[in-house]
């Protein structure tokens, strides 16, 4: 048997073994991680639900809300898209109609916005393809706001997303808000990126908030999702995986109704429409204002799931990758295992045939 064949055989299965113990240490790490991120992610999930119904309420009450006056108009300017402000039929002279004509004039391009996209990455790696299919996800949605020709500012949470976007997208105007995501610092990223999205509203820096995280479907399954948080629109950005279409869908017109978004078989169809309003709800003051006061309360809910989802879906990513290389490591130590024994039995059969050829040849002599 060649020595340096052994050794390096040897040499390979211990550091595989070593490497079978660090994953295996990892997995049981992620697997303690996961029941923590995804209790909270459970726990968070039933308040942002009765959340989005009340202001889906609120929203119904601004839009079918008669006692208008322009200041009304002017603080909801963002908060609301004009779909859900003006209606097609409005009286001449109303405080609608006039704010409608110096906002909408005639032959404005509607189209050209500048957008808010925040982008919740993962921290760390050692998780499958996770990473890569939430920042391919995110670029393909960057690249379509820009070639609709609207400015894009772009706001990131996680190390891989500040990582990917400052050296592939280095002349979009970035602001890095958190690298390392936990569950501790959760809350307070979440406050901090709404109060950055009420601010850029507020200025009139950008027109539009859209987010794009994970939604956790399973241990073994994800998906990056695209939601528009501000402003609040019939149709969320036309696209059914927009996940504002399953949360606040309004029409115009169908002031008693609201339209969900379901998928059956594959295909994205309308469920059966079910009452808007809550006549249960009573507001001391007027709707514009409840739904001010909601706003806040609003984005600081729906990021923080959406950074609680994406946890979780990091690192349920994070322990199936681990089990993967666990199992990996276990075929290599066997093979590799299997190999060093065929060479050793390969020595032993070589030097059994040279001691037989001896004692043969030593009879011959005598």
Not at 30 to 57: E, G, W, Y
């Amino acid at each position: 048997m060649n020595a340096s064949s052994s050794a390096d055989l040897n040499r390979r299965i211990t550091v595989t073994k070593t490497a079978k113990k660090i994953v295996s240490a990892m997995r049981l790490v992620s697997a303690a991680r996961i029941k923590r991120t995804l209790d909270a992610t459970f726990d968070a999930r039933p308040f942002h639900v009765q959340l989005i119904a009340t202001l889906r309420t609120v929203v119904h009450r601004v839009q079918t809300s008669s006692d208008w006056s322009e200041k009304d108009l002017r603080l909801l300017d963002g908060v609301l898209d004009p779909a859900l402000i003006y209606s097609p039929k409005l009286v001449l002279g109303t405080p609608r109609e006039r704010l409608r004509r110096k906002t909408l004039p005639d032959g404005a391009d509607a189209s050209r916005t500048s957008t808010l996209l925040i982008v919740v990455g993962g921290s760390r790696g050692l998780c499958g393809p996770f990473n890569k299919r939430l920042l391919a996800f995110a670029a393909q949605r960057l690249d379509l706001l820009v070639n609709d020709g609207g400015a894009v500012k772009v706001a990131l949470v996680g190390a891989k997303a500040e990582r990917y976007f400052s050296r592939h997208h280095a002349g979009i105007e970035q602001v890095f808000v958190e690298s390392k995501m936990t569950l501790r610092n959760a809350a307070s990223v979440a406050s901090a990126l709404g109060e950055l999205c009420s601010a850029a509203i507020g200025a009139r820096e950008v027109s539009r908030v859209e987010l794009v995280s994970v939604d956790f479907k399973s241990l073994v399954s994800f998906q990056p999702t695209t939601r528009t948080l501000l402003p609040l629109t019939p149709t969320g950005i036309e696209d059914g995986a927009d996940k504002m279409l399953l949360e606040l869908v309004v029409q115009p017109e169908g002031f008693g109704t609201r339209e969900r978004f379901q998928t059956h078989g594959g295909r994205t169809v309308l469920a059966p429409a079910v009452p808007l309003d809550r006549p249960s709800l009573i507001f001391e003051q007027s709707p514009t204002y409840v739904l001010l006061a909601m706003l806040p309360l609003y984005l600081s809910s729906t990021l923080f799931l959406a950074l609680l989802e994406t946890l979780s879906s990091e690192t349920s990513a994070r322990l199936l990758a681990m089990k993967q290389a666990q199992d990996n490591a276990t075929d290599m130590v066997h093979d590799l295992s299997l190999e060093r024994n065929k060479l050793r039995q390969a020595y032993i059969t070589t030097e059994l045939m040279d001691i037989s050829a001896s004692v043969n040849s030593m009879e011959g002599l005598f």
